[in-house]
Nanobody
């Protein structure tokens, strides 16, 4: 069984920063791709940031480019998301995702998902 556990969500004022972390544990091989999706109330789930193993390839949503940075710690099967200059429209539940059967960063299969962590940005 594989567990994906997110941490680091919370409430922050606009312009502030948060750092999300996710650890994959259990019977999981090294993920080819790890990343973050988010879902705001009434909206579809969307890709936020994705990184391949060794960090060679990344993909960011246009709305977060220049503000968010994804990083991986492959030795620990962890992925982090540094979120700066947060805006109220960044408010959403953020999900950690890992793929072991795909190497694409344009989109993810979603082999493993975390339960999500709430990020709320107040204006």
């Amino acid at each position: 069984q594989v567990h994906m556990v997110e941490s680091g969500g919370g409430l922050v004022q606009a312009g502030g920063s948060l750092r999300l972390s996710c650890a994959a544990s259990g019977r999981i091989v090294k993920p080819n791709v790890m990343g973050w999706y988010r879902q705001a109330p009434g909206k579809q789930r969307e890709l936020v940031a994705v990184m391949s193993s060794t960090g060679g390839r990344t993909n960011y949503a246009d709305s977060v480019k220049g503000r968010f940075t994804i990083a991986r710690d492959d030795a620990k099967n962890m992925v982090h998301l540094q979120m700066n200059s947060l805006k109220p429209e960044d408010t959403a539940v953020y999900y950690c995702v890992a793929d072991v059967r795909s190497s694409l960063v344009s989109t993810m299969r979603g082999d493993y998902w975390g339960l999500g962590t709430q990020v709320t940005v107040s204006s």
